[in-house]
Structures are given as C-alpha cells and as structure tokens.
C-alpha cells in the first residue's frame, strides 16, 4: 500500500526565487526582485537568525535558490538581531 502525502509547493513547480520554500507564498526576496543588485546591498533576511530545523525542511533543489519568507522564519522560531546602524562605530580598547 502506497501512502500519499501532501505535497509542498516546491514540489509542484519548478523553484521559484521570490517563493518561500515552506509556505509557497512570496518570500520577500530583494535579489529575486532584483538579480542586478550588488552583493554588498542587505536585504531584509540578513538581520535574521534562522533555525537549523526549519533550514533543514527546505527541499534540497531550492537549498540556495530560494529564501524562507519572514513569516515562516518566526512561526518556527527565528527572531531579528539588532545590527549596528552603518553611521555607528564600535570601538574596543587593546591594551
């Protein structure tokens, strides 16, 4: 007897890089928005702290493809670090 599961959304497509690859909605993405941007410029994951677990269900062929939306980040526990403003310098003295 065979059993059937639900399919994710990844398996039903082909990998899409503005879809997230848990939930199938957008992920937000700014470089599936825009491939041309330069790799120094943030997006919005990059305050991100993101599970082990959760970037473990994310299906091989989308593993570097595709981004996991905010809402599935925090849903599983991922939470927003606080990062210094670009105009802020943190200085440490050496003895």
Known sequence: MVRLTAAT???LSEV???QCPICGRPNGCRRAARPDMAESE???CWDYRIPETLLARVPERA???ACICRACIERHGGWREERPSA???VSAKID
């Open 9 to 11: 959304p990844l398996e």
């Open 16 to 18: 899409d890089p503005a």
């Open 42 to 44: 943030p997006c919005w």
């Open 63 to 65: 593993r570097n493809k």
């Open 87 to 89: 105009g802020s310098a």
